[in-house]
């Protein structure tokens, strides 16, 4: 598998909602949304937005034409805390544990570097253990556990917060 990573472009819109929408209806309770994905329009208008937006980035991870995974980027606008931005990230169920999600966390942290941002954070849910092991296994460390975070399907989770200290260029582990 050759998966190649890339800046999201607008005509990714279609199938990046359809992925959004599927690892949402997952058993495994992955997304927030269990209704699916923002709309196309909604996502093409983000995605042209970003080429106005430097405090922002989408990438996506594409294997022989098929967009296999997402992830988000956004700075924090507030002047004391602009060295944060916050991510999110989502793979095809048929493409895990191979290896992307580390590539896109790779090119997560090149972003951050080239834009100023020493801290990586990011909120999982407690019980998605694969995805947190993926975390640690790049460096992100727990900071703390956000009880009721987030409404869910109508119930209150928790979410863990998470961080990665961006390394300064030639200080990488």
């Not at 607008?10 to 927030?32: H, K």
């Not at 849910?125 to 640690?136: K, S």
Request: hydrophobic share 45%; no cysteine.
């Amino acid at each position: 598998m050759t998966v190649q990573i890339r800046a999201a472009r607008p005509e990714d819109a279609a199938t990046l909602v359809q992925l959004g929408t599927s690892v949402g209806r997952e058993d495994g309770a992955w997304l927030l949304n269990t209704n699916g994905w923002r709309s196309v329009v909604e996502e093409r208008r983000y995605l042209r937005a970003l080429k106005r937006y430097p405090h922002a980035a989408v990438f996506v991870a594409e294997d022989e034409g098929q967009l296999v995974g997402r992830l988000s980027l956004a700075r924090d606008n507030h002047p004391s805390s602009h060295h944060v931005a916050d991510l999110g990230l989502m793979i095809a169920a048929s493409h895990r544990r191979q290896g992307i999600g580390q590539a896109l966390l790779g090119q997560a942290a090149a972003w951050a570097r080239d834009a100023g941002v020493h801290k990586l954070e990011l909120h999982v849910f407690p019980w998605n253990e694969p995805a947190i092991a993926l975390y640690e296994a790049f460096g992100f460390e727990r900071e703390g556990l956000r009880r009721d975070h987030y409404r869910r399907d109508g119930e209150y989770v928790d979410a863990i917060l998470m961080a990665y200290r961006v390394p300064a260029l030639g200080d990488e582990m």
